[in-house]
């Protein structure tokens, strides 16, 4: 069967959806404000004091615009056209100077080591490859810079979330553009040769039930 709402970017190779693109766009418009209450206290701690310009994977519609400083500048890697609008209006509203790029995370085109901080939130858990991406992020991070990451992953194996995320991992994947709720992120981040990762795994208690086994924290280039 053919999906003819599914384009894809002749420029990325990223697989647009006309109705689900707007869905997303509207969906994390309107419940930003309740993700962004879970997720607040670990966003504060792995987000704090970042530099004047910073690559974000992923901005969506602008939820980690709040965490930039009024003059900053973001570097805004996010494919998914759809999300465009809100992110404009948002950068505007946080007085934040916004430079959008339209690529996917693993080929940003970016400089080698020219970047200080990169940050993601809900981002790895949807990108075919996650250590094709963390390979790109230490490939444009200078000596020293940081990438900083908010992210949910796949409950222990055996857990009744587990056994949930592993049910709905279809359905959750084709609303949430290839969102997986069952990765190991945190082994990937560990293997992808930066010289330090802090990662805290902390649990939510949200309605979103395989949303809510999360990791965050800081790897260290």
């Excluded at 997303?24 to 004047?52: C, D, Q, T």
Aim: glycine letters at 8%; charged letters at 25%; aromatic letters at 8%.
């Amino acid at each position: 069967m053919i999906d003819n709402d599914l384009k894809v970017s002749p420029a990325t190779g990223f697989e647009v959806h006309g109705a689900r693109g707007r869905f997303n766009a509207a969906f994390f418009s309107v419940m930003g404000p309740y993700i962004e209450w879970s997720l607040r206290r670990h966003k504060r701690r792995v987000f704090a004091e970042l530099p004047p310009t910073v690559v974000e994977l992923g901005s969506g519609v602008g939820a980690n615009l709040r965490y930039l400083t009024p003059g900053s500048t973001l570097v805004a890697i996010e494919p998914n056209v759809p999300m465009h609008r809100r992110l404009r209006a948002a950068a505007a509203r946080h007085g934040v100077d916004l430079d959008l790029r339209e690529v996917v995370a693993e080929r940003t085109g970016l400089p080698d080591r020219s970047v200080d901080a990169v940050i993601s939130s809900l981002v790895l858990c949807t990108v075919t490859d996650p250590a094709e991406v963390l390979a790109e992020i230490r490939r444009i991070l200078r000596p020293g810079g940081t990438y900083r990451f908010v992210e949910h992953v796949a409950a222990p194996a055996g857990t009744p979330t587990r056994t949930l995320q592993r049910a709905l991992r279809r359905p959750w994947a084709w609303t949430f553009e290839g969102c997986s709720c069952e990765r190991d992120l945190a082994g990937p981040l560990r293997a992808a040769g930066f010289a330090r990762v802090d990662i805290e795994p902390y649990r939510l208690h949200s309605p979103f039930i395989p949303f809510n086994t999360q990791i965050a924290g800081v790897a260290h280039a």
